[in-house]
């Protein structure tokens, strides 16, 4: 039995419901604070995001600005004249300040150290700016632009005059006579003089024009020196002109000379000036602001461009790290929780493994014990409520379901009316014998039996009645078996008894005990009532070796009993419908039938008061050529369940009409008496068929009386009835066949339309012996009589027995003692004598 312990028990189902409280609200709190924790930062992220993306995008203007700006100067250099692109430059440079101001103001989070690096671009930009203004103004004035130019124009060309006008007074003294030249050298030197002036003139000019057709440096040097050896030449010439001019006497020649000398020398010096800008890349001022102020200045801010971009760059991949920092943060929290989760199920499992499982596991092994048929063992819980509940339910329910089950299996092999074993209880112990005996060798016997006309009884005394016959009918049987046999109720009033250990010869005794306690009369509802059992027997292994056939030749063998009213009857295989030779017989039944090969017998019936024959019974004979005689109800059976019983039945009709009339022509006024099965009741064409063979032979229908046995005709009164009051209708004398055997009361022979009752033999055969049969025999001629019928008396086999039914004042007497029923011809033969003898 179970131990159960439930104070103070915590309950399970409270207890995980805390639990999960308090799990989800951590849980929740947990990815609510990682939810805000995250999003927070993405927020200043995205918020940096912009800012960065912002920056990148000026600094992208920057750039292009620059580009543009740096483009414009070159077209500028190019087109000078085209102040759409001063304007530009103008725009862009403002353009491209904003733009920087913007980087400088940057005021998102992330913004570091961007200032330092944009306020020089921002510096750039300005000078940029002034030095482009620079550029354009000396790309604007020509002088600015090109200053050995302004040199050449500006000074050079004054004093290359200056020299030519010394030399042109000089040469006018002379070839004007003014001066007598006392050296004739000195003429020629200054005419050679003059020229080399012009020549180095022209070479300056030469010199400036390659210059201006940008010639390499190589021959403006070569140019340059050439012309300086000129000038050192002419110098030199301008000394010796000088010393000759000192012994002469002119006016002027020293003085224009030394003029000449200072002007040239000047020049020279303009030269000297004009070369090195010349050829030392000073050409072009655009070129050297270019080189010197622009390029740079684009270079330095490109350069700062370019460091900003590092600064940006390293602002979003701050950003970057900053989100994966924070995704990073998310995921472990994830993490986390996961890993929490997993400590907690796997907390709630071993919990539930300890405080549930194991319970359960326990209470299964205790059920599984009990489902084997063990005795439940003992459960021991200290853990929850809820088990201990659950084992204390398991417990109840067992004693529920085997309580239950008692009653169910009990109910299931027990008969509820009497308590004796049912069918299936039987079949099982017959299949345990059938092991037994096999083993053994040994035998056994089976009865079925029956009680005859319980249905009548049923109907008659009512159903509580009915019960009490069949409990009263089954005790009496109890107390005349053995304990080791077994008494079981097939159903209706249909039992059977397995008897182990016996064997069939044996069992006759214990048949006619029972039969013999059975024929006490029972007092059913304030009356006495006879009844009567039909018992079949079959043994083991002689009649068959399984269950199935056993029962169902017992059944045969009852049936054979109730049939021949003998009480008991040992199974007949040569009775058996299945078997061969049964087999056999029926396919020759219908042969029979077909070709006339059966016969009619006639058994006399005599009139009480004066012992005419006044009637036959016609009887049906069939000689079979292998088997001989069969018995007429079995023919009458086998016909039944061939279905050709009708067939039969109208043969029989008019084989005994056509004999009857030859009786009447043979002078005897004898009627013919032909027995009905109950199925030809069930023949719409019967009346007409009669009426047909009646007309056929013309015998008049009073001579005509068809029998129809009593309990066949109360068990099918319903069908019955019909047929026979067209039957009674047409005149044609209707019998009570075997009168007494069924269970016909008076008040359904008032419904009947019947002429004659015939009793049975079973109580006229002994009658003389049996008080019993006497009443009965009396008191059913006196009812007979008393309902206007016509008795009739069978189965009379001695003179005494013919005596006594004559003195009851039975009308008509039939039996062996008068005659056996006879061929048809030897049945002519007796009334042929008979009218003799009457004659
Ligand atoms: N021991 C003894 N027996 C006597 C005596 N007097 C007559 N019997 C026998 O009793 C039976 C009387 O016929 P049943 O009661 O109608 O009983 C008949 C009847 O129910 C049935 N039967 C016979 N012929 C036909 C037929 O053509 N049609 C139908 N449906 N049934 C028939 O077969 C049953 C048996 O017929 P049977 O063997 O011919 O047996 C006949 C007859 O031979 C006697 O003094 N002592």
Not at 611 to 637: F, M, N, S, T
């Given at each position: 039995m179970l131990l159960r312990n439930t104070a103070g028990l915590p309950s399970l189902r409270k207890r995980y419901i805390s639990l999960t409280i308090f799990l989800g609200l951590f849980v929740a709190s947990l990815v609510a604070f990682g939810y805000f924790q995250t999003s927070t930062i993405k927020n200043a992220v995205s918020k940096g995001y912009e800012g960065v993306l912002q920056e990148q995008a000026n600094l992208e203007d920057v750039r292009n600005h620059l580009l543009v700006i740096n483009k414009d100067i070159n077209l500028f250099l190019l087109d000078p004249q085209n102040e759409n692109l001063i304007k530009e430059i103008d725009s862009y440079t403002e353009k491209s300040l904003k733009s920087l101001n913007q980087l400088v103001n940057s005021q998102h989070e992330y913004h570091v150290e961007l200032e330092d690096k944009v306020n020089p671009i921002i510096d750039y930009f300005e000078k940029l700016n002034r030095e482009v203004k620079r550029l354009i103004e000396y790309r604007l004035d020509i002088n600015k632009q090109y200053p050995a130019m302004a040199i050449s124009a500006n000074e050079m060309e004054g004093q290359q005059d200056e020299v030519n006008s010394g030399f042109e007074l000089l040469i006018m003294e002379i070839e004007s006579g003014s001066l007598e030249l006392k050296s004739t050298e000195l003429y020629p030197l200054l005419l050679k003089s003059q020229t080399l002036w012009s020549k180095t003139i022209s070479q300056s000019r030469i010199y400036m024009a390659n210059r201006l057709a940008s010639f390499t440096t190589g021959i403006l040097e070569q140019q340059g020196q050439s012309l300086a050896d000129m000038f050192l030449v002419f110098e030199s010439n301008i000394r010796r002109l000088k010393a000759l001019y000192s012994k002469e006497n002119s006016f002027e020649g020293t003085a224009i000379l030394d003029s000449i000398q200072k002007v040239s020398e000047a020049w020279f010096v303009n030269f000297l000036e004009m070369r090195v800008i010349s050829e030392t890349g000073q050409w072009r001022a655009d070129t050297v602001i270019m080189r010197n102020s622009v390029f740079p200045l684009v270079n330095e801010i490109t350069q700062g461009c370019n460091d900003v971009e590092a600064i940006i760059k390293r602002e979003k991949q701050f950003l970057d790290e900053e989100l994966s920092r924070s995704d990073d943060s998310f995921k472990y929290l994830i993490y986390g929780i996961i890993a929490l989760y997993l400590i907690v199920i796997s907390s709630i499992l071993m919990s539930m493994e300890w405080s549930i499982f194991k319970p359960i596991e326990r209470v299964?092994?205790?059920?599984?014990?009990?489902?084997?048929?063990?005795?439940?063992?003992?459960?021991?819980?200290?853990?929850?409520?809820?088990?201990?509940?659950?084992?204390?339910?398991?417990?109840?329910?067992?004693?529920?379901?085997?309580?239950?089950?008692?009653?169910?299996?009990?109910?299931?092999?027990?008969?509820?009316?009497?308590?004796?074993?049912?069918?299936?209880?039987?079949?099982?112990?017959?299949?345990?014998?059938?092991?037994?005996?096999?083993?053994?060798?040994?035998?056994?016997?089976?009865?079925?039996?029956?009680?005859?006309?319980?249905?009548?009884?049923?109907?008659?005394?009512?159903?509580?009645?009915?019960?009490?016959?069949?409990?009263?009918?089954?005790?009496?049987?109890?107390?005349?078996?053995?304990?080791?046999?077994?008494?079981?109720?097939?159903?209706?009033?249909?039992?059977?008894?397995?008897?182990?250990?016996?064997?069939?010869?044996?069992?006759?005794?214990?048949?006619?005990?029972?039969?013999?306690?059975?024929?006490?009369?029972?007092?059913?509802?304030?009356?006495?009532?006879?009844?009567?059992?039909?018992?079949?027997?079959?043994?083991?292994?002689?009649?068959?070796?399984?269950?199935?056939?056993?029962?169902?030749?017992?059944?045969?063998?009852?049936?054979?009993?109730?049939?021949?009213?003998?009480?008991?009857?040992?199974?007949?295989?040569?009775?058996?419908?299945?078997?061969?030779?049964?087999?056999?017989?029926?396919?020759?039944?219908?042969?029979?039938?077909?070709?006339?090969?059966?016969?009619?017998?006639?058994?006399?019936?005599?009139?009480?008061?004066?012992?005419?024959?006044?009637?036959?019974?016609?009887?049906?004979?069939?000689?079979?050529?292998?088997?001989?005689?069969?018995?007429?109800?079995?023919?009458?059976?086998?016909?039944?369940?061939?279905?050709?019983?009708?067939?039969?039945?109208?043969?029989?009709?008019?084989?005994?009409?056509?004999?009857?009339?030859?009786?009447?022509?043979?002078?005897?006024?004898?009627?013919?008496?032909?027995?009905?099965?109950?199925?030809?009741?069930?023949?719409?064409?019967?009346?007409?068929?009669?009426?047909?063979?009646?007309?056929?032979?013309?015998?008049?229908?009073?001579?005509?009386?068809?029998?129809?046995?009593?309990?066949?005709?109360?068990?099918?009164?319903?069908?019955?009835?019909?047929?026979?009051?067209?039957?009674?209708?047409?005149?044609?004398?209707?019998?009570?066949?075997?009168?007494?055997?069924?269970?016909?009361?008076?008040?359904?022979?008032?419904?009947?339309?019947?002429?004659?009752?015939?009793?049975?033999?079973?109580?006229?055969?002994?009658?003389?012996?049996?008080?019993?049969?006497?009443?009965?025999?009396?008191?059913?001629?006196?009812?007979?009589?008393?309902?206007?019928?016509?008795?009739?008396?069978?189965?009379?086999?001695?003179?005494?027995?013919?005596?006594?039914?004559?003195?009851?004042?039975?009308?008509?007497?039939?039996?062996?003692?008068?005659?056996?029923?006879?061929?048809?011809?030897?049945?002519?033969?007796?009334?042929?004598?008979?009218?003799?003898?009457?004659?």
């Open positions: 299964t092994q205790a059920l599984r014990s009990r489902a084997f048929g063990m005795d439940m063992p003992k459960i021991e819980t200290t853990e929850t409520e809820e088990i201990a509940r659950l084992i204390e339910a398991f417990v109840q329910m067992d004693e529920e379901v085997t309580h239950r089950q008692n009653a169910l299996e009990h109910q299931a092999m027990h008969d509820h009316l009497t308590g004796l074993p049912n069918r299936f209880l039987l079949n099982q112990r017959i299949e345990y014998q059938l092991l037994s005996a096999e083993r053994q060798q040994g035998s056994f016997v089976l009865f079925v039996m029956d009680l005859d006309f319980f249905k009548e009884i049923n109907d008659t005394l009512g159903h509580a009645s009915g019960d009490k016959l069949l409990i009263e009918a089954s005790e009496r049987i109890h107390k005349l078996i053995r304990k080791s046999d077994t008494l079981a109720r097939l159903g209706g009033d249909e039992f059977s008894i397995l008897l182990p250990d016996m064997h069939k010869l044996q069992a006759g005794e214990l048949a006619e005990q029972i039969i013999e306690q059975i024929g006490q009369p029972f007092e059913l509802n304030g009356e006495k009532v006879n009844v009567s059992i039909s018992i079949g027997i079959v043994s083991y292994p002689d009649d068959g070796l399984n269950a199935e056939t056993l029962l169902q030749y017992a059944d045969m063998a009852m049936y054979a009993a109730k049939r021949k009213r003998i009480g008991y009857s040992r199974y007949d295989s040569s009775e058996n419908i299945y078997s061969k030779e049964r087999l056999t017989l029926v396919g020759d039944l219908i042969d029979a039938l077909e070709n006339d090969q059966f016969e009619l017998h006639y058994q006399p019936q005599v009139a009480a008061e004066n012992g005419r024959i006044c009637g036959a019974e016609a009887l049906l004979r069939w000689q079979h050529k292998e088997h001989g005689y069969v018995p007429p109800d079995k023919i009458i059976e086998m016909a039944e369940r061939l279905g050709i019983i009708h067939k039969l039945s109208l043969y029989v009709l008019r084989k005994a009409i056509a004999e009857c009339r030859r009786w009447h022509q043979l002078g005897s006024d004898v009627s013919v008496s032909v027995n009905l099965s109950v199925r030809d009741l069930a023949n719409e064409q019967l009346c007409a068929k009669i009426r047909e063979y009646l007309n056929e032979f013309a015998l008049d229908y009073r001579y005509l009386t068809v029998e129809i046995t009593e309990s066949v005709m109360m068990e099918n009164l319903a069908l019955s009835l019909g047929q026979l009051k067209k039957l009674n209708k047409l005149g044609i004398n209707i019998s009570i066949d075997d009168f007494g055997t069924g269970f016909s009361s008076l008040a359904y022979l008032k419904r009947l339309p019947v002429n004659e009752l015939k009793i049975d033999k079973s109580f006229i055969m002994e009658i003389d012996e049996d008080e019993n049969d006497q009443q009965i025999v009396s008191s059913t001629i006196n009812l007979g009589h008393s309902l206007g019928l016509k008795v009739v008396a069978e189965g009379v086999e001695t003179q005494q027995v013919m005596d006594m039914i004559k003195d009851f004042g039975c009308d008509q007497i039939q039996g062996y003692f008068i005659s056996k029923p006879l061929p048809a011809k030897a049945f002519r033969q007796l009334l042929k004598n008979a009218s003799r003898n009457v004659s």
